[in-house]
């Protein structure tokens, strides 16, 4: 998109006291010289992605009001241990039979507006041999892929952790538009015991926005979860204070990073005491400190705030 900048003129804007009426000032000499011109490729650009369309309009229809999101990306290990609690061992066609019961649910659309997918599960068919993209598409569900590679230590920090997974995920992304999948989830922490380090808070913001940038330009939706652990002992207070840092960190480099903020979602985590605070909030305090999170961090183009339930997300604001 072209620009323009503005270079410095010949001659001044200059003021005089005596030239002030009611107020406003007069000008004693014109401006000459004023020239405007692209903006060289050092300079600020913006560009939208050719995806942008249809970025918006996936977004406003997984925030649908009523409907959530439902987390069905366990890895296949995790499945297994679900498989296993029934007696079940840990085979494909196993895991292939508990997908398909929950894909295949009965008016399952009514209330599910889009469904995240383990990368098995987005290339997996039911047990009557239909995709489950196809099963999940014609009851109105957008079908998701988680896409991190899990959090791993962050070197240099306190203990802290980052979420791997950048490498590739272009290549990644562009295979799951293709197979059917208009979504992504990406998972990163930050632990306020452990500090949090601002190089923690730093490496989470900006890995958001690289997944979030790259997932726009392969045509997903990026969910952005910036997860503060609930793990310590600090109050409320401490949790607030830390989400307005990291969730600021965030929507700045969302912003350097140009990502569409009408095509994103963010799932954050709720403002609530450390698990192991003497002190407990009431669920009125929660959800007053949460709404003045939501107010003063999250930019109102962005369409849909997700609130996770167990393994289902809900829409908590829809624009």
């Avoid at 306020?192 to 979030?212: H, M, T």
């Avoid at 989400?243 to 600021?248: F, L, P, S």
């Avoid at 960190?249 to 450390?274: C, H, Q, R």
Wanted: glycine letters at 8%; hydrophobic letters at 40%; one cysteine or more.
């Amino acid at each position: 998109m072209a620009s323009a900048s503005l270079l410095k003129s010949s001659s001044s804007l200059v003021f005089d006291k005596s030239e002030f009426v009611k107020g406003q000032p007069l000008l004693r000499h014109a401006v000459a010289g004023v020239r405007f011109q692209n903006v060289s490729s050092s300079g600020l650009t913006i560009r939208a992605s050719s995806y942008a369309d249809e970025l918006v309009k996936t977004a406003k229809k997984i925030a649908s009001p009523g409907r959530g999101i439902l987390a069905m990306d366990e890895s296949n290990a995790t499945c297994g241990k679900r498989l296993a609690s029934i007696g079940l061992e840990n085979t494909e066609a196993n895991r292939q039979a508990y997908r398909t019961l929950l894909v295949s649910a009965p008016g399952l659309g009514q209330y599910i507006s889009g469904a995240i997918l383990f990368e098995e599960t987005l290339y997996q068919s039911t047990v009557d041999g239909k995709k489950i993209v196809d099963v999940l598409v014609e009851q109105g569900i957008v079908p998701g892929i988680k896409t991190d590679k899990g959090l791993v230590p962050l070197a240099g920090s306190n203990n802290e952790s980052w979420c791997q997974g950048l490498d590739g995920l272009a290549s990644r992304s562009a295979a799951y538009y293709q197979q059917g999948a208009r979504f992504a989830k990406w998972r990163t922490v930050v632990s306020i015991p452990n500090g949090p380090s601002a190089l923690a808070v730093k490496e989470a913001a900006w890995g958001l926005a690289r997944y979030a940038a790259i997932s726009q330009d392969n045509g997903l939706v990026p969910i952005v979860e910036p997860e503060i652990l609930l793990d310590g002992e600090h109050g409320i207070e401490t949790t607030f204070e830390v989400a307005q840092k990291v969730w600021a960190e965030v929507f700045f480099y969302l912003a350097e990073n140009n990502v569409l903020f009408e095509g994103i979602l963010l799932k954050p985590s709720m403002v609530t005491p450390g698990a192991e605070s003497k002190i407990k909030a009431t669920p009125e305090e929660v959800a007053g400190y949460t709404l003045n999170l939501l107010k003063r961090r999250v930019p109102p183009a962005v369409p849909g705030i997700m609130a996770s339930i167990r393994t289902t997300f809900f829409v908590i604001r829809k624009i």
